[in-house]
């Protein structure tokens, strides 16, 4: 009985937290969750970057070369295409002698999934839409009035908000819809792995420790009984 | 006591405490499994009594086992025993203990081994250590014959000495003056007799020596060939970083790991 | 073996080894029937321990300036071998810390571990919470990212509520008008130097004066009244190697959920460290919704709840807040002096005692689910009715442990 009144007690607690998963002006984020375990992911998502984004937005706190091991590039790759700059060394981080506060306040991208999570990266991606009030010419269901243009418009093509405020498509990009979604999911990848290179080693090693810990547990346990 | 009413004081199942009329005396009461005992504890205080009547509570059941023991009665034996948890076990499994010993010795240390690894291998060199340790690259086009760069490698100064060809005819020459006269390498002990590459740090006392390349009478030597020169202590070296004979440094110029590739002298990697 | 017992006694006779291991380990009594709600001290030593340790291997790699805290900290993320591992065993530790803090003091409320004699032990602890929390607070300054700082201005800005000495006192915690490269520096010193030295010292005390009045059990009976003839407690066991081997298999569990969060879930799903702040301090961007870190949210709430002020007396809301939420924690300090029970557990306390502890549980879980969720109207009237919830079992305890029916204890564990 106790805990019948508990539970019901929490439940009605939660029911008044509707609203606040709110994701801009959408209900909320399209759910999306980074893995940085599938290496051909994180070099089409590197590419994307480098493509994209990489003349606005710095990495500041990734070294070319821990992107290199990571993500197995080879060295000539990673020289000629890359970094294409002989002023930069591979132990440089990823800034393209960007300065650290953009003139156009584009934000470094280090930690940007870290800050806002993989959902709504990945929904601001895809939400973008077309709106001559706006500098850009391209609003943002995530972000109403963001700063960035919708510089992935040549991938997704034209999109517009209808009367009732969903997204409808206008124009074909050179991806199909599904093509586009893995390639944000490519990219949002690679940024959660730029987020935090140690995650591929932390969450392939971890099991090894637990499971120790299981064995360690057993035998203590052993010798407790024994002496009990 | 006396003239009071005699009383009974429950202690704890099948233990109590009781007085008697004309006894001054606490009187100790104890049932284990329908075997009563009786006698007085001889003392009037009540806590006494009670640490008294758990005394010889223990003893019983102590005496009670040895008894038993020699008593075929094995069902007697089997509900006393099962009241006699204070009774330390004497039979222990040896064996197994000392197994389960050892086992835990050997996970408990391995757990201190496991955590010791990121805690010693923090205090490696960092990546940011290593990228400003890496090598260095010099574009060796630039440096004309008899000319010297100094580049800075791992906080230390590199000299690179472009060789004349007189000074490459010289070097051996100086075999009879300096120190240590092998030549490791080649004449200018890299692997490019053209090229000296050496740490600019005087194996004395860690001055800078001075670069000296003319060939022409000095204060220091009437024979001067061209080399360096220590300002701290005197220390002489030819130009290939050798070390003359009777100055106070002991060893020649030390020679940083380094490879040429064409034109490119990459210093820090051999 | 002679050779090692002539050294001993040469030992002993300069320093007592032997007889304060014998006095500490091997032959101090504890009871031989308690259940896993006395496996937490154990690991709050645990803990403290990789906090230490974690702790002084960060501090070789962080930098305490304004303009370097918060790259160092992505330093020791990256480029420090296993500096990731370091630093999420040191977030996770402040969070296992606090939570095995919250279920060993509540253990110490269910079975009465602060009745005489065991009130210093019980002070001592309380001490060390409120050392624990400041701790807590200064050491999430460091990382410098969004919430480090404007956590931190919320919680300074409550001394500026102090009358007349407040503003000032603020400007001299932070060094500064405004919360700054001066205060980060300080706050260093104090995370890393002096309060650490001071929980070391208490839990010192802490221990000491625990093993001088002897370990409690749920049943509330003194173990020291039976004694044999070697003076060991009928109902006791040496410390060593019950309660070593005992807490053996208990800190191996932990690990399992330790490492399980470190390796798996290091951010605790934005609970132990906060998205806001993987993104540097800037003092001309508030975040949205400035949540404290989970262990902090019930006395969080505590101070948000109070949403009124006594204006003739001239104590603003804010003020006010401040009292209670010191309260809060002050009140926990006086509590072997309100319980008036003649029965130490909560298993033979009557009804009224149990109903308390119901409540207070109850409203601290509210406060801190309440703590971490932005306010309205309905969750400031909720956080209202649990800061009562929270105080009246502790007001009211004098009264009810006094006159309620308690059950007999029995004599033997």
């Known amino acids: 009985m106790k805990k019948l009144i508990f539970l019901a007690f929490f439940i009605s607690l939660f029911g008044y937290s509707a609203g606040e998963n709110k994701c801009g002006e959408l209900e909320k984020c399209f759910s999306f969750e980074s893995s940085v375990h599938d290496r051909d992911s994180l070099q089409r998502g590197l590419g994307i970057y480098k493509n994209y984004c990489s003349s606005c937005h710095t990495l500041r706190y990734l070294r070319w070369n821990r992107l290199q091991r990571d993500l197995d590039i080879p060295e000539t790759v990673l020289i000629d295409d890359l970094i294409s700059n002989e ?142 | 006591m006396q003239g009071k009413k005699a009383k009974h004081i429950h202690i704890s199942e099948g233990m109590s405490l009781y007085t008697r009329d004309r006894s001054p005396f606490y009187w100790g009461y104890i049932n284990i499994d329908g075997e009563v005992f009786k006698k007085s504890l001889k003392t009037d205080d009540k806590d006494e009594a009670i640490k008294l009547l758990t005394l010889w509570k223990d003893e019983i059941l102590v005496e009670g086992k040895k008894v038993l023991a020699q008593k075929i009665n094995v069902s007697a034996k089997k509900t006393l025993i099962s009241n006699t948890k204070p009774i330390p076990k004497e039979k222990v499994n040896t064996t197994r203990r000392k197994a389960l010993q050892i086992t835990s010795s050997v996970v ?110 000095k204060a220091w030597d009437e024979d001067w060939k061209g080399g360096f020169f220590c300002p701290c202590h005197g220390s002489k070296f030819d130009l290939a970083g050798r070390v003359y004979k009777n100055v106070p440094a002991p060893t020649n110029l030390e020679v940083p790991p380094h490879s040429f590739e064409g034109d490119t002298l990459i210093i820090g990697e051999a | 073996m002679a050779s090692k017992n002539s050294l001993m006694s040469w030992i002993d006779r300069r320093l007592p080894v032997t007889e304060n291991l014998e006095r500490h380990l091997t032959k101090h009594p504890v009871p031989s029937k308690v259940n896993f709600f006395y496996l937490f001290g154990a690991l709050l030593m645990v803990v403290f321990m990789i906090q230490v340790i974690t702790g002084i291997w960060l501090m070789m790699f962080y930098t305490n300036t304004e303009e370097g805290a918060f790259a160092s900290v992505e330093y020791i993320m990256r480029d420090v071998e296993y500096g990731w591992l370091m630093r999420y065993m040191h977030s996770t530790g402040a969070s296992a810390f606090f939570f095995l803090m919250y279920f060993h003091m509540f253990r110490g409320l269910l079975y009465g571990s602060y009745q005489k004699p065991k009130e210093l032990v019980w002070l ?28 931190a201005n919320v919680i300074l800005s409550l ?70 003839k070697t003076g060991m407690p009928l109902d006791g066991k040496p410390f060593h190697p019950y309660k070593t081997f005992g807490a053996l298999p208990a800190i191996g569990i932990f690990f399992i959920v330790f490492f399980a969060i470190v390796y798996y879930a290091p951010t605790g799903g934005g609970y132990f460290i906060e998205k806001p702040n993987f993104e540097e301090a800037n003092f001309l961007k508030t975040p949205e919704h400035i949540a404290p870190v989970w262990y902090y949210a019930p006395f969080y709430s505590i101070l948000r709840a109070v949403t009124f002020g006594i204006p003739f007396l001239g104590i603003t809301s804010k003020f006010l807040g401040f009292i209670i939420f010191a309260a809060s924690i002050a009140i926990l ?68 442990t006094k006159y309620e029916k308690t059950l007999e204890v029995p004599d033997r564990l």
Not at chain 1, 99 to 108: H, K, L, R
Not at chain 2, 181 to 210: I, M, Q, W, Y
Not at chain 3, 359 to 365: E, H, L, P, Q, Y
């Open chain 1, 87 to 228: 002023n930069i060394k591979t132990s440089d981080f990823v800034t393209f002698g960007l300065p650290e506060i953009s003139p156009i306040g584009a934000p470094d991208l280090t930690l940007r999934t870290r800050v806002r999570g993989d959902d709504w990266i990945y929904t601001y991606l895809q939400t973008f839409y077309q709106d001559t009030s706006q500098a850009t010419g391209s609003n943002n269901l995530v972000y109403p009035g963001t700063a960035m243009a919708h510089v992935l418009i040549g991938l997704q093509g034209t999109q517009e908000l209808d009367s009732n405020g969903k997204l409808i498509r206008l124009s074909k990009g050179a991806l199909e819809p599904e093509e586009f979604d893995s390639a944000m999911k490519d990219l949002v990848n690679f940024l959660a792995y730029a987020s935090e290179p140690a995650r591929i080693e932390r969450e392939r090693n971890g099991i090894y420790i637990i499971l120790f810990f299981v064995v360690f547990t057993a035998v203590m346990w052993l010798l407790y009984r024994e002496y009990k």
């Open chain 2, 108 to 217: 408990g240390a391995v757990t201190v081994a496991g955590f010791a690894v990121p805690f010693l291998s923090a205090w490696q060199p960092s990546e940011r250590a290593k990228a400003l340790g890496a090598s260095v690259k010099y574009d060796l086009s630039k440096l004309e014959p008899g000319a010297m760069a100094v580049v800075e490698w791992r906080r230390t100064p590199i000299f690179i000495v472009h060789q004349t060809s007189e000074a490459i005819k010289n070097l051996p020459s100086l075999n009879q003056k300096v120190a240590n006269p092998a030549l490791e390498e080649g004449v200018s002990r890299t692997t490019n007799d053209k090229f000296s590459v050496v740490k600019g740090v005087c194996t004395h006392l860690s001055c800078a020596p001075k670069y000296h390349p003319e060939i022409e009478p």
């Open chain 3, 124 to 151: 001592f602890g309380c001490f060390l919470l409120f050392l624990l929390m400041a701790e807590g607070f200064l050491g999430y300054v460091l990382p410098w990212g969004q919430m480090s700082y404007w956590a």
């Open chain 3, 159 to 228: 001394f500026g509520a102090i009358p007349f000495i407040g503003e000032s006192l603020q400007v001299w915690i932070q060094g500064d008008y405004v919360l700054s490269g001066a205060t980060l520096s300080r706050f260093f010193a104090l995370h890393v130097v002096v309060v650490p030295l001071l929980m070391i010292a208490l839990v010192v005390f802490h221990i000491f004066a625990l093993h001088e009045v002897g370990a409690g059990n749920p049943e509330g009976v003194d173990i020291e009244k039976y004694r044999d």
């Open chain 3, 333 to 400: 300090f006086i509590v072997p002096w309100l319980d008036r029970s003649k029965v130490q557990s909560i298993r033979y306390k009557g009804i009224f005692s149990k109903i308390a502890m119901i409540m207070f549980a109850t409203s601290f879980i509210t406060l801190g689910y309440l703590g971490t969720k932005p306010v309205n109207e309905i969750r400031t009237l909720i956080a209202q009715i649990c800061t009562i919830f929270y105080f009246l079992p502790f007001i009211l305890m004098p009264i009810y």
